[in-house]
């Protein structure tokens, strides 16, 4: 901002939230600073060239590109309100009023306006006096309303600099990306955990996200997507990963040796486990979930009580009490949602009535019959992502194919009819591709598909499209031979073991 009065066009001021106020000096200072790498974190993101500076409590961007900017800003957080400003001036009353009424006459001509000033150091004026002088050099055409304005022109006077703006819009609140640290989050795709997720986040909180896989590579798929829109629209500022652990050999150890009443919360028991192992490697200082208190039967008061103690550091819940609208209220506003509508519910054992108050040492007891080492293997090799290299195809690709038929898997044969006939593999469905890809709904949600064609160009498109609708499905890589090769290699392998 030069010395002399002027016209602004490629100037936003942005503000810290309240909560900065009553902070010391110092903390004031690193979450300035704090604040200011999450805003040049998210415009860099964005492509948008930008020069910033500290000012008087301030962060003033200077761009060419501001409606874009402006665009961004709103998912920072830390950022408590910001405003494109319309003139500068020196903090001398006459180029105050004279810059201001230039800047801001034609905005309030033929409407309501009022106008505000506030002010940092000393000064020859009182913010009162450039309210009214600068007020009635704008009455022009226009009337003052004090008390429900259309336009307020707000005059900043911060040192020996006057900043005038006409619009203050919304930012984000909250707290600067890594104010508080980092945690981990358990995060399944769906609303809740999500939700909690960037409830957290807006405490700046560095998050990692960890999935306790139970539905394979397309649950991987539908969550990472989740993950990666949490770090491309509000983790500015942030270094995310996120972990993948295979959860599914804990799940089925779990069914085989503890009665089914305890299913849940011995489950919940295990992932808060693998959650503080993996914490501990990436120095996670707390453990971040989506429960609800009452929502599901491991979310009453009574088994919280029985799954803490499992815990080696804090466990943050976000959640604990709002109910099920106000989250589904909340990830339709972070936007999350539609993304989380179509991930599929696995952590719900089915097995009969389940305990809705247990007790730790019945569990320990229970849980004396499982095999450490599955849980000690699941998080040696889990699958770690970088969120910020994490590219599209990467969210596609990889989570499409298989090269094998697993026995529980439902196949589906996308050829035309006489191919079909010709040859099929064994207890394969027949649906032509322009069928399925218009009744697929009609499948059960709860099973794994395979599809397969005769060249191996149709089934990529269509397990896509059922993946976006939350089903389990995959597309066998290649054309009909080597589909062919794999179920004959399956029927060799059945003979030679019957021999």
Not at 415 to 441: S, V
Request: hydrophobic share 40%.
């Amino acid at each position: 901002m030069a010395g002399k009065a002027r016209l602004v066009d490629d100037m936003i001021v942005v503000r810290p939230g309240a909560e900065e106020a009553i902070k010391s000096g110092r903390t004031r200072q690193f979450w300035r600073e704090k604040l200011r790498d999450s805003i040049a974190d998210a415009l860099t993101r964005g492509g948008i060239e930008h020069e910033l500076r500290l000012s008087f409590g301030r962060i003033f961007v200077a761009t060419p590109r501001v409606d874009e900017a402006l665009g961004i800003l709103p998912y920072v957080f830390g950022v408590s309100t910001f405003s494109p400003v319309r003139a500068v001036a020196p903090a001398e009353m006459d180029e105050i009023v004279r810059i201001g009424k230039e800047a801001c006459h034609g905005t309030v001509r033929g409407r309501t306006y009022a106008v505000r000033c506030g002010r940092q150091g000393g000064h020859s004026f009182s913010s009162v006096e450039v309210e009214r002088t600068l007020g009635a050099a704008l009455n022009e055409g226009a009337t003052v309303d004090l008390d429900n304005p259309e336009v307020t022109v707000r005059v900043e006077v911060l040192g020996g600099r006057a900043v005038i703006t006409e619009e203050r819009r919304q930012g984000a609140g909250g707290l600067p990306a890594g104010m508080q640290g980092r945690a981990l989050a358990l995060l399944s795709g769906g609303y809740d955990s999500a939700v909690a997720a960037w409830r957290t986040m807006r405490r700046g909180v560095e998050l990692d996200l960890l999935l306790c896989n139970l539905g394979g590579a397309a649950q991987e798929r539908m969550v990472l997507q989740v993950a990666k829109f949490l770090y491309e629209a509000w983790g500015h500022g942030q270094q995310s990963r996120f972990h993948v652990l295979d959860f599914r050999p804990v799940m089925e150890d779990i069914r085989a040796h503890i009665r089914p009443g305890l299913w849940q919360v011995a489950l919940k028991r295990q992932m808060y486990r693998a959650g503080c192992r993996v914490a501990a490697e990436t120095k996670a200082e707390a453990l971040v979930t989506g429960e609800a208190i009452g929502q599901v039967s491991s979310q009453t008061l009574g088994n919280l009580q029985a799954i803490e103690p499992v815990a080696d550091r804090p466990v943050l819940r976000p959640l604990l009490g709002f109910d099920k609208q106000e989250i589904l209220d909340a990830a339709r506003a972070i936007g999350t949602a539609p993304l989380s509508e179509r991930v599929r519910e696995t952590c719900a054992l089915a097995g009969g009535r389940p305990a809705v108050r247990s007790r730790p040492g019945t569990l320990e007891r229970a849980e004396a019959a499982l095999d450490p080492a599955l849980l000690a293997h699941g998080v040696e090799g889990r699958k770690v992502l970088d969120l910020r290299k994490v590219t599209p195809d990467e969210l596609r690709q990889p989570y499409l194919f298989v090269r094998d038929i697993s026995e529980d898997a439902v196949v589906i044969d996308c050829q035309p009819r006489h191919m079909y006939r010709a040859w099929h593999a064994p207890g394969a469905e027949h649906w032509e591709a322009d069928r399925l890809a218009r009744d697929y709904r009609r499948l059960p949600r709860e099973k794994t598909y395979v599809l397969y064609c005769t060249f191996g160009t149709q089934t990529p498109v269509l397990a896509e499209l059922m993946q976006q609708a939350g089903y389990e499905a995959y597309a066998f890589e290649g054309g009909l031979s080597r589909v062919q090769a794999c179920v004959e290699g399956k029927e060799t392998e059945a003979v030679r073991r019957a021999v």
